[in-house]
């Protein structure tokens, strides 16, 4: 194509659809859309236009999506959004809505973050790993007392010890009923 061909190329397609994203590459793309295992992640244009009140059809023709995507992806995304945006404060219809769907994104990103460590803090081999370093912990204080280094919170800190460790073999022995 020509520059006045390409220029017209791409006008054209931004009429037919709404969300074009133009990428330079030097190769020839030997995927093709039916040649694809999963579908593509939703971008933040594209979740924007699922805003827009418009029937199905459109928004599908748009997006250059299935109805079956589109219908899913709304009933997905619009409620979580808009009880994010309400919890937050935020004004959906006054707002910017693409910086709005950008921090919307990247609090659930935080929140999957928190739910998976805290996932990894209470599973048994993180309970077990705890119960090792308290161990070491108190092995390391009756090693120095045994050298003749004693301090006066000696006592309570192999108290708090054994009580965590005490607090923390109940809970694996709950895990494992």
């Known amino acids: 194509m020509t520059p006045e061909q390409r220029e017209r190329f791409i006008e054209m397609m931004r009429n037919l659809f709404s969300v074009i994203q133009l990428e330079n590459t030097d ?4 995927e093709r859309l039916g040649d694809k295992i999963f579908a593509r ?5 594209e979740l924007k236009y699922l805003l827009e009140i418009k029937d199905l059809d459109t928004i599908c023709e748009g997006l250059g999506r299935s109805w079956m995507s589109v219908d899913i992806k709304r009933g997905e995304f619009i409620p979580l959004f808009m009880t994010w945006a309400h919890e937050k404060g935020y004004d959906i219809v006054h707002g910017d809505i693409k910086s709005l769907i950008e921090k919307f994104i ?8 928190e739910r998976r460590e ?3 803090n209470n599973s048994i ?6 119960i090792d370093k308290l161990s070491k912990k108190q ?9 003749g280094l004693k301090y006066p919170e000696d006592e309570k800190i ?3 010890i054994k009580t965590q460790i005490f607090d923390l073999e109940e809970k694996i022995g709950k895990k494992n009923q």
């Open 27 to 30: 190769k020839f793309r030997l």
């Open 41 to 45: 992640n939703w971008t933040n244009d």
């Open 106 to 113: 990247e609090d659930k990103e935080l929140d999957k973050k």
């Open 118 to 120: 805290a996932k990894k």
């Open 125 to 130: 081999d993180a309970l077990q790993r705890k």
């Open 139 to 147: 092995e390391s204080i009756y090693r120095r007392r045994r050298v």
């Open 158 to 160: 192999l108290s708090d």
